[in-house]
Nanobody, 124 residues
Framework: QVQLVESGGGLVQAGGSLRLSCAAS????????MGWFRQAPGKEREFVAA????????YYAYSVEGRFTISRDNGRNTVYLQMNNLTAEDTAVYFC?????????????????WGQGTQVTVSS
């Protein structure tokens, strides 16, 4: 099994920054695609960003392109999401997810393992 634990969420003012971390254990992290998703109250879970095992393929949702940066450290079994210039629309619970298959995907149902989520609240 895989365990994913997110951290780094919190309350920040609009225009501020946060860095989320997701620590993985229980499976070969290095060979998996890692993704970040978010879910705001009353909305469906949506794709934010994903990174391939080698970090050679990175892709973002249009709404965060240019503001968020996903990265990973395979030696530490950790994936990060640096979030800059945050707005109230970024308020959500953020989840990291692991995808066993190496095929690129944005849909949540393709991801096999999920963390418990971390709350990000942006005040305007």
């Amino acid at each position: 099994q895989v365990q994913l634990v997110e951290s780094g969420g919190g309350l920040v003012q609009a225009g501020g920054s946060l860095r989320l971390s997701c620590a993985a254990s229980g499976r070969s992290f290095a060979g998996s695609i890692m993704g970040w998703f978010r879910q705001a109250p009353g909305k469906e879970r949506e794709f934010v960003a994903a990174i391939s095992s080698s970090s050679g393929d990175i892709y973002y949702a249009y709404s965060v392109e240019g503001r968020f940066t996903i990265s990973r450290d395979n030696g530490r079994n950790t994936v990060y999401l640096q979030m800059n210039n945050l707005t109230a629309e970024d308020t959500a619970v953020y989840f990291c997810a692991l995808k066993v298959s190496r095929v690129r995907a944005r849909a949540a149902h393709y991801y096999n393992y999920w963390g418990q989520g971390t709350q990000v609240t942006v005040s305007s």
